[in-house]
């Protein structure tokens, strides 16, 4: 397997061009995953029901929190790269952990979020519109859940196995994923939160 | 005997108790079979952890044309049931059930795996390259696809068919009207078979993009790869609409969801519309490769190159575009406004003008070549008269005001067979004659195969073309009987005559294989054809790793230069190959699949949750799994290069 | 200590703070629905560039062609998909 040392680790060979090429190709799909469940979001969104609307029920605190948990999260993954690419293997991996745990402080919000909403007769057969506010937050929570693993493992496996052109591409690849996560987010927090406290 | 109560089908008939019967007789003769001829060992090793692109590409094409055969067997008995009025073979219930088979079968289940064979079989060998980008994604591709596969073809003898029709539109396929776990075999089969194409997808544009032969430029790319290319990127951004649209079905129907529901303001035409934003795309998905194999086979039998390179890829290109801008067309009497109706309108007649002009290259590569009537030749001229009949109507179709007379009749029946039989079905039938010798190493009865393709071509029409007219006369479509006085007897029964020739044209398309097994000669060599890419530069049977020395290309037709002008093809010396691992675990992780979507079809939420934590634990043995394939040595290379008499050094 | 911190990422994650409070200006000031939709679609299209490009790295390899062509076939799909999703399910619907 030919290296190339002029490149960053994570692009070295040329499998892992095509990992990390693949994985933004996946991107694209996702994009249109969740670009579907919006669709579906702002067809249902004032279909209503007997129950409640997001106005009755979203509170500003908790997304907020959510929102700088993620944001931050995001941001000291880019760090950890980073501190991939200086080499520093403590640095890298105390980043790492920092990020899953703003990543569970936000599923931990989240969780919350929809304890209160069930207590307050928002469930997930209460209305088309919550049916669909739960899926879109559930499936965007969902992939953060199944980030947060595939974090861990890697977290293990540079800790095991150091920074090798194998592991330096799957934590590229999977801060790929965790910077998506926040893109997404972003849509979330503004079009459905904040449109959804804005509306008249 | 309560608990196994659900698993009975709720209508049963003798037809479906013969079926469980022969269902069972099979497993238990192949099991037997294996055990006997000692072959357990040997489909494990060479077959079910297999990585290699041919071999996955064979296994698809095996697997659809056995989906062929279900699906057609349920386009005879319903072209029987109405060949006559108010006839008695098939009850209401049952024609619903075999109708809504019928369209799921045959689009994921037969013709989706037949394209994949084909782009599995042919674009690393026409990209020059030793594998696709991802190999374990590849199989865990497929056998994502067999296990929903498995999981649909069940469906008839436990638990109960899906009876929804092909696009299963709520609210008849809720809970109220559809009380059977049919129609949750439908949302999770259809669901986890999409998983798999979608990794497809990202698998060949990765590999197409960056697994070219040295000089092997986008615009130098045979036509076959063009569209695969294309296709997997309709792939990729259309099945996660399908992803998001059966999530919702499925939680509907076992979580009470209100996405598609008649009260607390669901919606039900929501459905229709998610369905048909992947539904239109995904013809598109079937019919792109279908272009691209009589973009292959046309230059090849003519004599002639391509006509019109260039303004050929650029339609693709911007096929695939547009269709995802005309799915409305697909409801247009659903209530929404004139205005509505009429943008989409104007953007599916549009799209008619790209396929026009590949018409008119594919006539021109024609004009003035020197043509070979062999049988992919006759699918090919076939294919352009009938395709253009079936694109016609459907611009007729897509007239809005117009449609709201053709909507859901025979005439729409009509039109869609029109463009899939003679587009998608000629062309991979076409496409097995053409690349049947470079996958197993002989060729297919020349004779045979035109008796099948004669019976194909004038049974498919005078099963079809009579519909067009019923449909206009006012047939509605999956309507079980009618009765005499309508009138559309005698025409209905000339239909049935059509749909019998055709079964007699797959008969005779599977003597044609048989009796090439036992009678054709073997060695026929790599370019049985004259042909002009670079898939013909391999030997018969093709190495594993396919090309010993990675080809040089500087034209659009490599092959045919190195062979007439003189071209050199592969440069320099062997250099020991890195090939990959075969692994279990594909299989393994999708026949956990399988188990998970069966515990989900019948609610069986402890086996769910356990077979899901089997899936998560596939994937993290996959994240914590060293594996760096192995190398084949030069010894080695020379050794089988030799064996084939290949260009030695 | 310093080369921990790289100043391309710093500057982005202010930016990306400074667009959420952009955004969360039109629910505390009651703004209307237009100026409030515009100020929601660009904060919230500008804050996705800055992911992709600052901290993605969108731009490195010479994949970025088709990395971009992607993101932006994907995108204006799904653009497609949203808007005509609520033309013929809601706003196509009065004659």
């Known amino acids: ?200 | 005997m309560g608990y196994f109560a659900k698993f009975a089908v709720p209508h049963p008939s003798p037809a479906i108790y013969a079926s469980m019967i022969a269902i069972g007789v099979t497993v238990f003769l192949v099991i037997f079979g294996l055990t006997y001829f000692k072959k357990w060992v040997y489909l494990w090793s060479e077959w079910i952890t297999t990585v290699d692109h041919k071999k996955i590409g064979t296994m698809y094409l095996i697997a659809a044309l056995l989906m062929l055969f279900r699906g057609g067997v349920d386009a005879l008995m319903m072209r029987a049931q109405t060949a006559v009025p108010d006839n008695k073979l098939l009850d209401s219930q049952h024609y619903n059930e075999v109708f809504s088979a019928h369209g799921v079968i045959m689009i994921i289940f037969m013709a989706m795996p037949y394209i994949m064979a084909f782009m599995n079989i042919v674009v690393p060998l026409q990209i020059g390259a030793r594998d696709v980008a991802f190999p374990r994604l590849n199989a865990i591709s497929f056998w994502l696809f067999f296990m929903g596969a498995m999981l649909f073809n069940i469906s008839f003898v436990i638990g109960g068919s899906p009876d929804a029709g092909w696009s299963s539109y709520f609210p008849l396929a809720d809970n109220e009207f559809s009380p059977s776990v049919g129609t949750n075999y439908y949302m999770i089969a259809i669901q986890i078979a999409g998983i798999g194409t979608l990794m497809t997808g990202i698998n060949f544009i990765t590999t197409i993009l960056r697994m070219r032969a040295p000089g092997m430029t986008l615009m130098r790319m045979p036509m076959f790869t063009w569209s695969a290319f294309v296709t997997s990127i309709i792939i990729i951004f259309a099945f996660p609409v399908l992803t998001i649209a059966l999530l919702m079905g499925t939680m509907d129907r076992l979580f009470d969801t209100k996405f598609f529901a008649t009260t607390d303001g669901g919606m039900d035409m929501l459905w229709a519309n998610l369905f048909w934003v992947w539904g239109h795309p995904e013809v598109y998905i079937l019919i792109l490769p279908a272009f691209g194999i009589f973009s292959e086979i046309i230059p090849t039998f003519a004599r002639r190159n391509i006509y019109g390179y260039k303004s050929m890829v650029i339609s693709m290109v911007v096929i695939s575009l547009y269709s995802f801008f005309v799915w409305t067309h697909h409801f247009f009497t659903m209530g929404q406004t004139a205005y509505v109706n009429s943008i989409f309108s104007i953007t599916t007649m549009v799209i008619a003008v790209p396929t026009g002009i590949k018409i008119f290259n594919w006539l021109l590569t024609m004009w003035k070549g020197r043509i070979r009537f062999t049988v992919p030749m006759l699918y090919s001229i076939a294919f352009i008269p009938l395709f253009t009949v079936g694109g016609v109507t459907g611009v007729m179709l897509a007239m809005s005001a117009a449609d709201y007379q053709y909507h859901n009749t025979m005439f729409l029946v009509a039109h869609f067979h029109n463009v899939i039989i003679p587009g998608v079905a000629f062309a991979v039938l076409a496409g097995s004659t053409y690349y049947w010798p470079k996958i197993f190493g002989f060729m297919l009865n020349e004779r045979i195969g035109k008796w099948a393709f004669w019976f194909l071509t004038i049974g498919f029409s005078l099963a079809f073309f009579p519909m067009y007219i019923t449909g206009l006369d006012g047939q509605a479509r999956r309507m079980y009987t009618y009765s005499e006085a309508t009138g559309y007897g005698p025409l209905n029964f000339v239909s049935f005559i059509g749909t019998a020739c055709m079964t007699i044209s797959f008969i005779l398309i599977v003597y044609t294989i048989y009796y090439s097994i036992r009678h054709s000669p073997r060695h026929v060599g790599g370019d049985p054809w004259d042909a002009r890419s670079l898939e013909w530069a391999t030997h018969n049977p093709v190495p594993e790793y396919n090309f010993a020395i990675i080809p040089q290309v500087d034209s659009r037709e490599p092959f045919w230069d190195a062979k007439y002008k003189g071209h050199e093809l592969f440069k320099g010396d062997y250099k020991k190959i890195h090939m990959p691992n075969n692994s279990g675990v594909p299989f393994i992780m999708s026949a956990i699949f399988f188990v998970f979507g069966f515990a989900l079809v019948f609610s069986m939420w402890i086996l769910a949750v356990i077979s899901l934590i089997g899936i998560f634990i596939c994937m993290a043995h996959r994240s914590f799994e060293i594996d760096h394939g192995h190398y084949i040595s030069v010894e080695e290379i020379k050794e089988t290069e030799v064996k084939m008499g290949g260009n030695h050094k | 200590m310093r080369e921990l911190f790289p100043a391309k990422q710093v500057w982005g994650f202010i930016l990306s703070l400074v667009l959420t409070a952009a955004a969360l200006l039109v629910y505390f000031f009651n703004m209307s629905r237009t100026i409030g939709m515009t100020i929601f679609i660009v904060t919230a299209f500008i804050q996705a560039s800055v992911q992709l490009v600052v901290f993605m790295h969108a731009r490195e390899t010479d994949d970025s062609k088709s990395i971009f062509a992607n993101i932006y076939y994907a995108i204006l799909i799904a653009l497609v998909t949203i808007f005509g999703t609520l033309l013929c399910m809601l706003w196509g619907w009065k004659y």
């Open chain 1, 1 to 200: 397997m030919k290296v190339d040392h002029s490149q960053p680790l994570e692009y070295s060979t040329e499998q892992n061009r095509l990992n990390i090429l693949g994985f933004w190709i996946f991107l694209g799909a996702e994009i249109m995953l969740f670009g579907t469940l919006f669709t579906s979001y702002f067809t249902l969104v004032d279909r209503t029901g007997d129950g409640p609307t997001g106005v009755e029920i979203f509170e500003i605190f908790p997304v907020l929190m959510e929102t700088f948990l993620l944001l931050t999260s995001s941001f000291v993954i880019g760090l950890g790269i980073h501190a991939m690419r200086l080499g520093n293997k403590k640095a890298m991996l105390t980043f790492f952990a920092i990020t899953l745990l703003l990543g569970l402080g936000f599923l931990g919000f989240e969780i919350d979020e929809f304890i209160v909403y069930y207590h307050e007769g928002a469930t997930l057969q209460t209305s088309a519109f919550t049916s669909m506010l739960f899926t879109t937050l559930g499936t965007h929570g969902a992939h953060v859940t199944l980030g947060f693993f595939w974090g861990l493992f890697i977290i293990i496996q540079v800790a095991k196995r150091g920074i090798t052109p194998e592991t330096a591409n799957k934590s590229f690849i999977f801060s790929l994923y965790w910077h998506f996560l926040d893109v997404v987010w972003i849509f979330i927090f503004t079009f459905i939160y904040l449109e959804g406290m804005t509306r008249v």
